[in-house]
């Protein structure tokens, strides 16, 4: 029999309970629901360090009922969102340290050079300085972690989507 594979974004059964037990750790009276003071607490156990304004933000977004609580399937979606978020960043930083193989935390002209090279992927001077350039958001000539993140979660996969041709 084989293992069910766990769906992009889904969640662990470890980290359903992990979510069940934050809830209710800080659902001291057991009435399904917590406010904001408790959320704040209960996104802190989880790792998470939230500001205020993104706070009451998040109770906003997922407070169907208006009555500035937050039910157990209203949290529930709110960090299956969360820690997908948090996963997608981890591989993405992983990916990133890959091509940042001297530790500058940029990614040079040399280090896409070198894993463009090891990909076999044929790709000219020109073409990686643009997509060098398109990454680069601070114009210093070199792409490091947020501009490499934002960039990953447009786009994917980064050599082959900025170096594909769409004119076949």
């Known amino acids: 029999r084989r293992a069910m594979k766990k769906k992009p974004g889904a969640l662990t059964e470890e980290q359903l309970d992990e979510i069940r037990e934050a809830f209710s750790l800080f659902d001291s009276d057991a009435s399904g629901m917590i406010d904001i003071r408790e959320l704040k607490a209960a996104m802190r156990a989880l790792g998470f360090e939230v500001k205020n304004e993104e706070l009451k933000k998040m109770v906003e977004d997922v407070d169907n009922d208006g009555n500035g609580t937050?039910?157990?399937t209203e949290f529930l979606g709110m960090m299956t969102a969360k820690m997908g978020e948090k996963d997608s960043?981890?591989?993405?930083?992983?990916?990133f340290?890959?091509?940042d193989d001297d530790n500058t935390n940029k990614i040079s002209f040399r280090n896409l050079a070198r894993v463009a090279e090891e990909l076999g992927e044929n790709i000219d001077d020109e073409e990686l300085q643009d997509m060098i350039n398109q990454a680069d958001r601070d114009g210093d000539g070199e792409i490091n972690i947020d501009e490499?993140?934002?960039?990953m979660k447009k786009k994917g996969n980064f050599l082959e989507d900025m170096s594909?041709?769409?004119d076949f």
Do not use: A, T, W
Not at 89 to 95: A, C, F, G
Not at 148 to 151: A, E
């Open 164 to 166: 594909s041709d769409d």
């Open 70 to 72: 937050i039910e157990f």
């Open 97 to 99: 340290k890959l091509f």
């Open 89 to 95: 960043r981890e591989d993405i930083e992983k990916v």
């Open 148 to 151: 490499f993140y934002r960039i």
